[in-house]
Structure formats: C-alpha cells, structure tokens
C-alpha cells in the first residue's frame, strides 16, 4: 500500500512539469503559434523557465527530495525552449541565457560552499575523526544535490580544491599514515602530465594546419586532463590512510576510497607477493597491478570500494601500498585487540 501511494506520489512529481513541458511543445507547433508567434512565445519562455522549476519546487518542498533538483526542470526548460521557438522570438530566452543562467550556477556555487564551511564548523565543535575536505564535501553535496550530479560535481570541486587552493603541508598525526613516498606513482603522474603539455603542442600544431577548431578542442581537452591528474597527485598527500574510532579509513587521493569496521578484518599480512585479482581480491590503487603492494587485508564480510566518480566496487581481500607497513601492521593489531 505505501509502496504504490509512494510510486503515485512520485508519478505527480515529476509527470506534472513534463506535462507543462509536453503541452508547450504542442502549443509552439499549433496555427496558434503561426497566428500570434510574439506573444505566445513570451508565454511559452515564461512557462519553461518559470512555471515548470516553480511548479516542481512547490511538489517538493515538504518532501526529502534535494530542492537543487529544481535545476534540472530547469535546464530541460531551457533546451526545449531553444528547440521549439523560432530564432527571432527567443529574445527572452536569450536574456535569461545572458544574466539569469550565469547568476543561478554562481547561486549554486555559493550554496555548496556555504554549506561545505557550515560541514567545517560542525567537525570544530565534535571533533570525533580527523577533518577531511573531500568528505565533508561529498556528504554536503549529497544531501543538496541530486544523486547523478553528486560524484561529477565533487570530483570536479575537489581536483580544483587539492591541486591549486591547498598548498599548506599536511604533517602526519600518530594514526595516519601516508603511501606515496616508497612508490613510483607520483613519478609516473607528474611525467605523463609532462608528456600530455608536449604533445597538446605537438599536435595543436598539426591539428591547427587542418582546422584551428579541432585543434583548439584537443588542446582544451589536454590541459583539462593535466588538471585533473595534477589535482589527483596533490590529493594523494593531503589524504592519508587512517586508523580512527574502531575504524580503518582507506584512501588512495580522491581515487578511491573505503572505510573498513575494524571487527570486520579477518587478517592482515605484510606481503608483496603477487595475488591473483578478481572480484572479491582488488587493489586500492586506481592504477592495478601498475603499482605494487606490501599489505593485504582479508575481511569476515564484504565490503565496498568507491572509485573516481562513484564507481563502486565489491571486494573481501583489498592490496594496497603503505610507508610504514610494520608500524602500519602493528597498530592495526592493537587496534583489534582493544575492539574485541
């Protein structure tokens, strides 16, 4: 009963801005249109733009439903609009593309980081784990954001927050412990970002001899993939691994990630062997069997693995590398006794 009262629900939610949007489309392609094409095109842009997102928002707002949601309505006004209006009667439209889409993606903006300093300020005042930005910010964005554009979005906030706003050094705690230092990872990034700059000018070279505008794409395209691989590098040295109430906090960057009941590790050995990888035997390092390992934890229970992204994964046995695997081990070990 209270499934199909929340199905009918939902129906309402979302069928009704559609509906709004189906009729304008049918209304721009009536002899109605043909007849008045100014002011019905006013109507329609002030239904798509105004009507739809308010209609949606007045849905949900006694509802669990982020009200950011509203977002999407509009956009799909916005390209309807577009689609179905004749170029000369988009004036409006046109307006709202120059001033009002500008202001509510800055609206945006500022509402995430208003709520990302308000996430900083409740770890002040209950200091119960370590601060860590990248999960403040994805536990705020969760709860504003709708669930498709939460991990684009993070991702997205994060590589710019790691790679250029922190530069302070991030000294060690007793129960943190780093795993960048004894590998060759960071060496790898940093030369394939020197590899990605010299072959965006190698080729935007090329490429701009056959046409400017490809070759202005692929180099947009370069330099946003040296960012994002800058931004993974430098996360990897603010977010170390750690061990902290009953908990171990797996993190590779902002690549991955995995938080692990410390009653739930089955075993842990120090090892550098190769395994065999499989669904339930994975890595932590987004780079495989490129980078090597010297620990691995066995669990009693499955667990999750999130990747770039989002990207989930299931595994029982997880390899990673660690500086100080001994220490690692033995603190692990004192953990578990206190547990049980």
């Not at 705020?140 to 706003?165: H, R, S, W």
């Not at 040296?226 to 690549?255: A, T």
């Amino acid at each position: 009963m209270n499934k199909a009262i929340t199905i009918q629900k939902s129906l309402i939610i979302f069928g009704l801005p559609m509906f709004i949007i189906a009729l304008m489309v049918i209304l721009a392609k009536s002899s109605m249109f043909v007849n008045n094409p100014n002011e019905i095109s006013i109507g329609i842009t002030f239904d798509l733009l105004l009507t739809v997102p308010l209609v949606y928002f007045l849905l949900i707002r006694n509802t669990k439903i982020p009200k950011t949601t509203v977002v999407p309505f509009l956009i799909v006004g916005l390209v309807t609009c577009t689609l179905i209006l004749p170029t000369e009667n988009q004036y409006y439209l046109n307006l709202f593309k120059t001033w009002g889409f500008p202001i509510l993606e800055l609206s945006i903006l500022s509402f995430v980081i208003y709520n990302v300093r308000k996430g900083i300020k409740r770890y002040k005042l209950n200091k119960t784990e370590s601060f860590d930005f990248f999960t403040t910010l994805k536990n705020t964005c969760d709860e504003i954001l709708p669930k498709i554009a939460v991990f684009p979005v993070v991702t997205e906030i994060a590589v710019f927050y790691y790679g250029f706003l922190y530069w302070r050094i991030r000294k060690l705690k007793e129960n943190e412990f780093s795993y960048h230092r004894d590998t060759g990872t960071i060496s790898l990034l940093i030369a394939i970002i020197f590899i990605v700059a010299i072959e965006t000018v190698v080729f935007h070279v090329l490429l701009s001899k056959w046409s400017s505008i490809a070759a202005w794409i692929l180099t947009f395209l370069s330099i946003y993939s040296g960012v994002q691989l800058f931004g993974f590098l430098k996360s990897m040295y603010k977010r170390p691994i750690s061990i902290e109430n009953d908990q171990l906090f797996l993190r590779y960057g902002i690549m991955a990630e995995t938080t692990i009941k410390l009653e739930d590790i089955d075993s842990i050995e120090i090892t550098s062997k190769d395994i065999e990888f499989n669904k339930e035997t994975r890595k932590l390092s987004f780079l495989g069997e490129l980078e090597s390992h010297n620990i691995v934890i066995r669990l009693k229970e499955e667990n999750t693995l999130s990747g770039l992204y989002g990207r989930k994964r299931k595994y029982k046995n997880l390899a990673f590398h660690i500086d100080k695997k001994n220490e690692f081990k033995d603190r692990i070990k004192n953990a578990l006794k206190q547990v049980i």
